[in-house]
Structures are given as structure tokens and as C-alpha cells.
């Protein structure tokens, strides 16, 4: 009948309510230990689950040790150390981070060193002059068989130099010469280390022709023929439209000197 069916349902339920109000207060008395330092804020991502015989909260709090309901420095009980979250990541101020950034910027920095190193080392060799041409930065001239009032000419560098043995005459002109006066002014002495023995470029300073020597207006000097440019035995431009007197080189005497050596 439905009386039985009623009483039936009746003893059924007062035999199973009281097993199913244990669990849930098993859970109530253990919630503080489970969720008490876990905040509202935080999400499933930011949790860890650590497997221990006891159970130890995580509390939030900063550096300082100020506590901190929803701040984002975390300290771990199982490691001592303040850890800080964001999504998984260490933040940019993390110590951990500057080393490997500041190990990442020095590598790169040496790296870069050691190129330029590289490429200044290339440069300098490659503007460093060839064999051939240290070879004839210098060359020594044997001066002991020109003759009084005589010249020759060498080439150095490319250029023709002009080595003259002057006589007493052609020294008393360039000496009587008034040299403030000239166009290019230079005293003989200026221009010459042993009185006898003059040299000089053998380019005229106008348009780089080649003058000849012992020849022109001034005896012992040089004539351009190209456009009439006059030099005394002193190589300074007398006459004609050269601006500026014959270059001497550097050069030194040797060996006693029988020889010059010019560069």
C-alpha cells in the first residue's frame, strides 16, 4: 500500500543522513589547513601542490616581510626564498634575470670586439706599403766620382732627383745672390747641407716637367723647356712663370761621405 511504501522510504533515509553529513564536516574542519593562505585573487595557474607529510600554507607577503593579500611576492616555506610570480615568469628586476642579461650583453660586447679587432688589423696591413715600394724609400747614391760643376740623376720613388757637384764660381753667385728678394725666398744655406753638393726633385714646380741641368740664363742652374722657367745653381726659381723654387728631399750623408742616401 502507499502507507507502506512511505514508512519504507522513511527508514531508508534516516539509515543513510547521517553518513552523508560526515564528509562535509570533514572537509569544514580541514579547510582552514587547505584554503586559508590561498586569497580569492588568485588563479589555478599561480598554485603549486606540494606533496608532504605536513601540510604548510603558503602566505603571501613582500620582500619586507609586510604581509600582502593580493601582491605578487610569494613566500615559499620549502625553499626560504621570496619568489616572484607573474604567469609562470620571472619579473625583469629578478636577480636571476639581470645575471643571465648582463653574461648575454658582455658575450655580445667581446664579440664585437674582437671583429672590429679584426677589421682594424686588415686595415692597417692593407694600407701598409708593399715590398717593392719600402724597398725604394731609400736610396744610396756613391758621390765620390761626379766631377766638379757636374750633375747626374737618380730616381727615387718615381722621381728623377738631380745630385750636383758645384764649383767655386757658381757657390760665390748663389752667395751674392740677395735671396729676401726672390719669388720663393731661401737662403743657399737653407737648402743644401755640404756647401759643394746640392740636391734637389727634378720636377719644375709649374707643371712637373723635367728641367735640364747646367743650362738657361744662370750658370750652373736648370731650364725648363716646357714654358721657360730659369733656376740658378742654387735650384731657386729665377726667371719664368714656376711659383716656387726645385724641392729638396730628405737626405744624409754617409760612408765618409762618398755616398748620400736620399729618403
Same mark, same amino acid.
Given at each position: 500500500? @502507499?502507507?507502506?511504501?512511505?514508512?519504507?522510504?522513511?527508514?531508508?533515509?534516516?539509515? @543513510?543522513?547521517?553518513?552523508?553529513?560526515?564528509?562535509?564536516? +570533514?572537509?569544514?574542519?580541514?579547510? %582552514?589547513?587547505?584554503?586559508?593562505?590561498?586569497?580569492?585573487?588568485?588563479?589555478?595557474?599561480?598554485?603549486?601542490?606540494?606533496?608532504?607529510?605536513?601540510?604548510? %600554507?603558503?602566505?603571501? /607577503?613582500?620582500?619586507?616581510?609586510?604581509?600582502?593579500?593580493?601582491?605578487?611576492? +610569494?613566500?615559499?616555506?620549502?625553499?626560504?626564498?621570496?619568489?616572484?610570480?607573474?604567469?609562470? =615568469?620571472?619579473?625583469?628586476?629578478?636577480?636571476?634575470?639581470? +645575471?643571465?642579461?648582463?653574461?648575454?650583453?658582455?658575450?655580445?660586447?667581446?664579440?664585437?670586439?674582437?671583429?672590429?679587432?679584426?677589421? @682594424?688589423? /686588415?686595415?692597417?696591413?692593407?694600407?701598409?706599403?708593399?715590398?717593392?715600394?719600402?724597398?725604394?724609400?731609400?736610396?744610396?747614391?756613391?758621390?765620390?766620382?761626379?766631377?766638379?760643376?757636374?750633375?747626374? @740623376?737618380?730616381?727615387?720613388?718615381?722621381?728623377?732627383?738631380?745630385?750636383?757637384? =758645384?764649383?767655386?764660381?757658381?757657390?760665390?753667385?748663389?752667395?751674392?745672390?740677395?735671396? /729676401?728678394?726672390?719669388?720663393? #725666398?731661401?737662403?743657399?744655406?737653407?737648402?743644401?747641407? /755640404?756647401?759643394?753638393?746640392?740636391?734637389?726633385?727634378?720636377?719644375?714646380?709649374?707643371?712637373?716637367?723635367?728641367?735640364?741641368?747646367?743650362?738657361?740664363?744662370?750658370?750652373?742652374?736648370?731650364?725648363? %723647356?716646357?714654358?721657360?722657367?730659369?733656376?740658378? +745653381?742654387?735650384?731657386?726659381?729665377?726667371?719664368? #712663370?714656376?711659383?716656387?723654387?726645385?724641392?729638396?728631399? %730628405?737626405?744624409?750623408?754617409?760612408?765618409?761621405?762618398?755616398?748620400?742616401?736620399?729618403?
Amino acid at each position: 500500500s @502507499v502507507f507502506s511504501m512511505l514508512a519504507t522510504s522513511r527508514r531508508l533515509l534516516t539509515s @543513510v543522513l547521517p553518513r552523508a553529513t560526515a564528509l562535509p564536516n +570533514a572537509i569544514s574542519f580541514l579547510s %582552514p589547513c587547505l584554503t586559508k593562505s590561498i586569497p580569492a585573487c588568485m588563479s589555478a595557474q599561480g598554485c603549486r601542490f606540494q606533496s608532504t607529510n605536513t601540510v604548510h %600554507p603558503i602566505v603571501l /607577503k613582500t620582500p619586507n616581510g609586510a604581509m600582502a593579500g593580493s601582491e605578487s611576492y +610569494a613566500y615559499d616555506p620549502f625553499s626560504g626564498k621570496d619568489q616572484v610570480k607573474n604567469g609562470g =615568469r620571472l619579473e625583469a628586476g629578478d636577480p636571476s634575470r639581470r +645575471a643571465f642579461t648582463y653574461f648575454m650583453v658582455g658575450s655580445a660586447r667581446f664579440v664585437y670586439a674582437s671583429m672590429a679587432r679584426l677589421a @682594424v688589423i /686588415k686595415f692597417v696591413h692593407y694600407m701598409n706599403a708593399s715590398a717593392d715600394v719600402l724597398a725604394l724609400a731609400s736610396i744610396e747614391v756613391p758621390i765620390s766620382n761626379i766631377p766638379s760643376g757636374g750633375c747626374i @740623376v737618380v730616381k727615387w720613388r718615381g722621381k728623377p732627383v738631380f745630385i750636383k757637384k =758645384r764649383t767655386d764660381e757658381e757657390l760665390q753667385d748663389v752667395m751674392a745672390v740677395d735671396w /729676401k728678394a726672390l719669388r720663393d #725666398p731661401q737662403s743657399d744655406k737653407a737648402r743644401r747641407i /755640404k756647401e759643394e753638393v746640392l740636391v734637389v726633385l727634378g720636377v719644375c714646380t709649374h707643371l712637373g716637367c723635367v728641367p735640364i741641368s747646367n743650362a738657361g740664363e744662370f750658370k750652373g742652374g736648370w731650364f725648363c %723647356p716646357c714654358h721657360g722657367s730659369h733656376y740658378d +745653381a742654387s735650384a731657386r726659381i729665377r726667371k719664368g #712663370p714656376a711659383p716656387l723654387n726645385l724641392e729638396v728631399p %730628405p737626405y744624409e750623408f754617409i760612408e765618409g761621405d762618398a755616398k748620400v742616401k736620399i729618403g
